[in-house]
Each structure stands twice: as structure tokens, then as C-alpha cells.
């Protein structure tokens, strides 16, 4: 009897190897990111801070109320309702500050006004 695998049981062992190092590696990536996203100044002071919602209302509605309307349900920009439980602080700052997502904007608040604002979309 020959003691090597067979091409069937080859295959699978290789799935079921590239299936665990992709369970390990997805962890780490993601404690990676945190750790990038932690060590940002600005994202540290940030996240230091105590915001204030109702400051972070007002905030809203000057900058974010045009395209996520005055409740932030949603209007040219999606609704906003509960963002809070489906993106990180990190998320969330990265969001407003990258202008990644066209048509979205740039904005750039200071560390309290951003600070008030993630107390405002945690409110939410």
C-alpha cells in the first residue's frame, strides 16, 4: 500500500490548511489596523476627549445635515441612525476625515468638535 496521498486527499488537505491560515491571518490584520489607527495623533486626541452631543448636533447640522438630513435618516447621504453600532470610533473618524467616499467631503474639525460630534452619531 502506498503511504502517499492520493490527489483527492491532497487537495483537501490544502483547502482545509488554506482555510486556517486565513482564520489566523484575518485576526491579526485587524488587530493591525487598530493598532495603525490608535497610534494617529489625531485619532488619539480624539478619542481622549469627551464629546458633548448636543455640540456635536450642532455640528452635524451645519456640515452634514445638507446630504444626511436634520435627523441624519438619511437624504443625498445615507441615514446615519444608529451608525454607531455598525463602524467603530475609528470608522467613524476615518470616514469623516478621508473624503474617501465621493460625494462625501473632506472635513477636518478639531479634535473636540470631532470629539462632539462621534458623541452625537453614538447618540443616534
Given amino acids: 500500500m502506498n503511504n502517499q496521498l492520493t ?3 491532497t487537495l483537501i488537505q490544502w ?3 488554506s482555510a486556517l ?3 489566523i ?7 493591525g489596523v487598530h493598532i495603525v489607527q490608535a497610534s494617529d495623533p489625531y ?5 481622549s476627549l469627551e464629546g ?21 435618516d ?11 453600532k455598525h463602524k467603530s470610533r475609528y470608522g467613524l473618524i476615518h470616514q469623516v476625515i478621508s473624503g474617501e467616499t465621493p460625494p462625501m467631503p473632506k472635513f ?6 470631532m470629539a462632539d460630534l462621534l458623541s452625537y452619531l453614538e447618540s443616534l
Avoid at 491571518?25 to 488587530?31: D, G, S
Fill in 52 to 72: 458633548t452631543p448636543v455640540q456635536g448636533k450642532a455640528i452635524f447640522q451645519i456640515n452634514c445635515a445638507g446630504c444626511h438630513g436634520l435627523q441624519a
Fill in 15 to 17: 483547502i482545509a490548511l
Fill in 43 to 47: 485619532i488619539k486626541s480624539v478619542v
Fill in 25 to 31: 491571518a484575518i485576526p491579526l490584520v485587524i488587530l
Fill in 74 to 84: 438619511g437624504l443625498v447621504g445615507p441615514s446615519l441612525q444608529a451608525v454607531s
Fill in 21 to 23: 491560515a486565513i482564520l
Fill in 108 to 113: 477636518q474639525p478639531s479634535p473636540q468638535e
Fill in 7 to 9: 490527489k483527492p486527499e
